[in-house]
């Protein structure tokens, strides 16, 4: 069975930084990608970035471009999303996934999720 656990969300004061793990477990496909996805209070759920785990290939959506970063360890086989210079506007629940990515094409959407995490942008 296909798992992705998300953790290191939480509350942080605008202009700061968290940095999202996200730890999958179970056979994935090799060629399935990691995404990160986000779904704000009142809105539709939006892709954040996406790393290919064959050659480590990155996209960010536009607005997280030069603030966050992901990457990977494949040694712990976690995702990281390094989040920077946050805004209010970035508070949402964000999603670990595999599957596609939504900045490449074909895109034929995810397969796995996890449950995701809470990230609350306030002073």
């Known amino acids: 069975e296909v798992q992705l656990v998300e953790s290191g969300g939480g509350l942080v004061q605008p202009g700061g930084s968290l940095r999202l793990s996200c730890a999958p477990s179970g056979i994935i496909p090799g060629h399935y990608v990691i995404g990160w996805f986000r779904q704000a209070p009142g809105k539709e759920r939006e892709g954040v970035s996406c790393?290919?785990?064959?050659?480590?290939?990155?996209w960010y959506a536009d607005s997280m471009k030069g603030r966050f970063t992901i990457s990977s360890d494949n040694a712990k086989k976690l995702v990281y999303l390094q989040m920077n210079s946050l805004k209010p506007e970035d508070t949402a629940v964000y999603y670990c996934?595999?599957?596609?990515?939504?900045?490449?094409?074909?895109?034929?959407?995810?397969?796995?999720w996890g449950k995701g995490i809470l990230v609350t942008v306030s002073a």
């Open positions: 790393i290919s785990r064959s050659d480590g290939d990155t």
């Open positions: 996934a595999a599957g596609g990515c939504p900045g490449w094409v074909p895109y034929y959407g995810m397969d796995y």
